[in-house]
Nanobody
Framework: QVQLVESGGGLVQAGGSLRLSCAASGDTICISTMGWYRQAPGKERELVAT???????NSADSVKGRFVISRDNGKNTVYLQMNVLKPEDTAVYYC????????????????WGRGTQVTVSS
């Protein structure tokens, strides 16, 4: 069974920084894209940033210039460096991966972590 486990969330003051990590474990997976999404209370889940296996990135306009996504393909791990945090960044952050178990010849699956809480105080 493939699992995505997030870590690094917490409470921080506005203007501070946090670094989120997400590591895949269990069955070895061949991942095309990993990313971060977030959901605030009463809001829809939204994309924060994604990164392909080749290193191409995409991020929401609201976080450009503040958040940086990166990954270590060898560890099947994705990171989100969050700088200049704002109260509106408060949300549960979910790790996402698209790929397949490497033992499968082909296929596409989507995996989600359980989320990690990020709270930014004003």
């Amino acid at each position: 069974q493939v699992q995505l486990v997030e870590s690094g969330g917490g409470l921080v003051q506005a203007g501070g920084s946090l670094r989120l990590s997400c590591a895949a474990s269990g069955d070895t997976i061949c991942i095309s894209t990993m990313g971060w999404y977030r959901q605030a209370p009463g809001k829809e889940r939204e994309l924060v940033a994604t990164i392909t296996s080749g290193g191409s990135t995409n991020s929401a306009d609201s976080v450009k210039g503040r958040f940086v996504i990166s990954r270590d393909n060898g560890k099947n791990t994705v990171y989100l460096q969050m700088n200049v945090l704002k109260p509106e960044d408060t949300a549960v952050y979910y790790c996402n991966a698209v790929g397949r178990p490497c033992r499968h010849w082909y296929g596409q699956y989507e995996y989600w972590g359980r989320g990690t809480q990020v709270t930014v105080s004003s």
